[in-house]
């Protein structure tokens, strides 16, 4: 999955720059397509929040799962507020970096909130993410997990 950002650079919520390969490897990730002026992303996000926290803090071991947060915000700042006070501790592609152009067309993104969810190798796993997560809870993530065939004793 990290090569699906091979050559970029990540951001965590503090603002330290973060290596995907690190960050990403051997792991579902959930690319996040979402901004702060659009009211169903204000309403999904804390779903996500929810669903991401219960994956990676309230277990005893944190799931092979980690979501990098791609803005349509109308610029840098909207991003980092939004960023800052609804999004989950999760990693997010730099406002600037053109690259989210190129993930809005390989993964056909029309309109936000999306969350695609791929494999190790950027091979989509599922582009309905969202409706999954409200549908389903954490159930869907160990679908996820044998669609990636990345092994972990999840229990859902």
């Keep these: 999955m990290a090569e699906l950002f091979t050559g970029r650079t990540l951001l965590n919520k503090d603002g330290d720059l973060i290596d995907p390969e690190e960050a990403l490897g051997n792991k579902v990730v959930g690319i996040y397509f979402s901004a702060g002026w659009c009211p169903?992303?204000?309403d999904f996000t804390p779903v996500l929040c929810d669903f991401y926290?219960?994956?990676?803090?309230?277990?005893?071991t944190p799931a092979q799962f980690e979501?990098?947060?791609?803005?349509?915000?109308?610029?840098s700042d909207?991003?980092?507020?939004?960023?800052h006070a609804l999004h989950g501790d999760w990693l997010a592609l730099p406002w600037a970096d053109g690259y989210k152009h190129?993930?809005?067309?390989?993964?056909?993104?029309?309109?936000?909130?999306k969350l695609v969810i791929v494999k190790q190798n950027g091979d989509l796993i599922t582009d309905k993410g969202r409706k999954q997560i409200?549908?389903?809870?954490?159930?869907?993530?160990?679908?996820?997990?044998d669609a990636a065939e990345i092994f972990q004793n999840f229990k859902g």
């Design 134 to 145: 409200r549908d389903r809870g954490l159930s869907c993530f160990q679908a996820w997990l």
């Design 40 to 42: 169903p992303c204000r």
């Design 53 to 60: 926290t219960d994956l990676m803090e309230e277990r005893e």
């Design 78 to 83: 909207d991003m980092v507020e939004y960023y």
């Design 67 to 75: 979501i990098v947060f791609i803005s349509s915000d109308k610029s």
């Design 102 to 113: 190129v993930l809005k067309e390989r993964f056909t993104i029309t309109a936000v909130p």
